[in-house]
Nanobody
Framework: QVRLLESGGGLVQAGDSLRLSCTAS????????TAWFRQAPGKEREFVAV????????EYADSVKGRFTISRDQAKNTVNLQMYNLKPDDTAVYYC?????????????????????WGQGTQVTVSS
């Protein structure tokens, strides 16, 4: 099984920045698309960003576009989510997800139903 471990969450003030990291271990390292989802209290889990296996394709939710940047560090088997200008509405548990082994040209997905492996989540709290 692919195992995902998130880190970097914390308590910050509005306007601050955080960098979340997702490190993968197990079979097929770096051979899957990797996404970030988040879930706020009382809300459904929502898509945040995704980066392709090769790191050359990315997609963002409209709510974070221009503020968040997702990237893949292949050498470290890590996907990062750099978050700038955080807002109270960004408060949520952030989850890293992988869809499983895919070919390089496989399309990325914004649907959680297409992801098979999930991390434990890391809490991001943004105070106003």
């Amino acid at each position: 099984q692919v195992r995902l471990l998130e880190s970097g969450g914390g308590l910050v003030q509005a306007g601050d920045s955080l960098r979340l990291s997702c490190t993968a271990s197990g079979p097929s390292n770096n051979r899957y698309h990797t996404a970030w989802f988040r879930q706020a209290p009382g809300k459904e889990r929502e898509f945040v960003a995704v980066v392709s296996r090769g790191g050359n394709r990315v997609e963002y939710a409209d709510s974070v576009k221009g503020r968040f940047t997702i990237s893949r560090d292949q050498a470290k088997n890590t996907v990062n989510l750099q978050m700038y200008n955080l807002k109270p509405d960004d408060t949520a548990v952030y989850y890293c997800a992988a869809d499983g082994p895919v070919i390089l040209t496989a399309p990325v997905s914004v649907s959680e139903r297409d992801y098979d492996y999930w991390g434990q989540g890391t809490q991001v709290t943004v105070s106003s």
